[in-house]
C-alpha cells in the first residue's frame, strides 16, 4: 500500500489487555518481566494501534485507547517514557500479515525503514552494524562453521553476512511471516540478496516447532534473529526455547541471540543470562553494539556455547580478515572487524553492577 507521509494507520482496538486475533477470538497480552513497571502505570496498553506518522514523522509510540482523548499517545511498554522519531519523506508499503502490521518508509535522514508492530527493525543506514555483529560475533568464535541456523532473520540481512564464510556449506532459515520476506525482496535488495545464495534453505513457520523436528546437534551455530518479545517473538526470550536451541547444537556450538539494550532491559538480560547459564553448559557472554535507530541506540548479544570444545567468545578464534574474500563478500563489510568483536564484551561498570549472572 503507498500513500503520504501525512496518512495515519488503522487501530486495531483490544479490550481488557486481550488482543483480537484474525479469526476473532482472543488471547492474552503478554509483557516481558522487565515491562511490568510500564504495565501497571498505563491503562493505554489496551490499545494496540501502530505505527504512528504524524506530522510527516514517524515514533514508536501507539494512539492512546481513550477515543475522547484525540492524538494523545503513549511509548511502547519495552521503553517507558522515550519515544525516537524519523521524518518521514514517503510511506512505500503498509499491511497486516496474519502475525503483524508492517510498515515500510522512506526516511530523509536513514533511507528505508522496516518497522513491525510499530517498532523499527531495520533502517538501510545502520542495518549494518546489527546483521554484521549478530552473524560475525559467533560465527567469528568457532574454526569452520559448516551448518548454521537463523531463526527470524526474514529480511535477509544476517544470510547476506552468514555467506562470507566459505566453510558455511548449510543456511537454514526459518521466518513465520512470509510478509516480511516478500516486502524485504521488494523493498530492501541489498538485504534480501540473502537468499540467493544457494547454500539458504527457507522454512516458512514457527521456529520452535522447526527446532522441535531437527536432529539433535545438527548445527555449528544458530542465529536468533528475532523482533522485540512483545508479540510472535515474546517465546523467543523463555526457558523452552532455549533447551531446544541447545539440543539443536553439536557440543562445542555456538548460539547468538538478539538481547536488547542495557540502557533498558537489564531485568530481562538478566533472566536470558541466567536461564541460559543454567542451560548451555559451555560459556555464556554478553556483548553490545551501536545501532543509533534502536531504542537507547544500543542493542546487545547474548552468546552462548554448549559444553564441548571450549568457546573463547572474546578473542575470535577465526577472524573475519582471515577469511579468503569476505570482507568484499557481494558488499564490502561496514561494520565488523575483529577489533571490535573483542571490544564488544567489554561492559559498562552499572551493567556488572545490575546484571548479577554477568559477575560471574
Ligand atoms: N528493538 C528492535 C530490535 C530488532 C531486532 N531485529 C531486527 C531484525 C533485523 N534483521
Not at 551501536?290 to 541506540?297: C, N, Q
Amino acid at each position: 500500500m503507498e500513500g503520504d507521509a501525512e496518512r495515519g494507520s488503522e487501530c486495531q482496538r483490544t479490550t481488557g489487555g486481550r488482543a483480537s486475533s484474525d479469526n476473532g477470538s482472543s488471547k492474552a497480552l503478554s509483557v516481558p518481566s522487565c515491562c511490568l513497571k510500564a504495565r501497571a502505570s498505563a491503562p493505554e496498553l489496551d490499545a494496540k494501534c501502530h505505527s504512528t506518522v504524524v506530522s510527516g514523522w514517524f515514533s514508536e509510540i501507539q494512539p492512546s485507547s481513550d477515543e475522547s482523548l484525540n492524538e494523545v499517545y503513549f511509548n511502547n511498554p519495552m521503553w517507558p517514557g522515550e519515544s525516537h522519531s524519523l521524518k518521514v519523506e514517503k510511506i512505500l508499503f503498509k499491511d497486516k500479515s496474519k502475525y503483524q502490521e508492517v510498515l515500510v518508509f522512506q526516511s530523509s535522514a536513514y533511507g528505508r525503514v522496516l518497522v513491525l508492530d510499530g517498532i523499527v527493525q531495520l533502517t538501510e543506514k545502520d542495518e549494518c552494524a546489527y546483521q554484521e555483529m549478530i552473524t560475525h560475533l559467533p560465527l567469528c568464535s568457532i574454526e569452520s562453521p559448516q551448518n548454521v541456523l537463523v531463526v527470524g532473520g526474514g529480511d535477509g540481512g544476517v544470510l547476506r553476512e552468514i555467506a562470507r564464510h566459505s566453510s558455511v556449506k548449510l543456511i537454514d532459515i526459518c521466518e513465520i511471516d512470509q510478509m516480511v520476506i516478500d516486502v524485504s525482496k521488494k523493498f530492501f535488495p541489498e538485504l534480501a540478496i540473502g537468499f540467493e545464495d544457494p547454500r539458504v534453505h527457507l522454512h516458512v513457520g514457527d521456529a520452535i516447532e522447526f527446532l522441535k523436528q531437527t536432529p539433535e546437534g545438527k548445527y555449528d551455530a544458530i542465529i536468533v534473529d528475532s523482533s522485540d518479545p512483545v508479540g510472535p517473538a515474546q517465546e523467543l526470550v523463555e526457558r523452552p526455547f532455549f533447551e531446544t536451541i541447545a539440543r539443536a547444537l553439536r557440543p562445542g556450538g555456538v548460539l547468538c541471540n538478539m538481547a536488547e539494550s542495557m540502557w533498558l532491559h537489564t531485568h530481562l538480560i538478566q533472566d536470558m543470562l541466567t536461564i541460559c547459564r543454567d542451560i548451555f553448559k559451555g560459556s555464556v557472554r554478553y556483548a553490545w553494539a551501536s545501532v543509533p535507530t534502536y531504542p537507547s541506540g544500543v542493542i546487545g548479544f547474548l552468546l552462548c556455547a554448549t559444553e564441548g570444545p571450549p568457546v573463547d567468545f572474546v578473542h575470535p578464534i577465526n577472524p573475519i580478515e582471515k577469511l579468503d574474500g569476505a570482507l568484499d563478500y557481494r558488499r564490502e563489510i561496514k561494520f565488523y572487524n575483529s577489533e571490535i568483536h573483542r571490544a564488544a564484551f567489554a561492559l559498562p561498570s552499572f551493567v556488572r553492577r545490575e546484571v548479577e549472572a554477568l559477575r560471574g
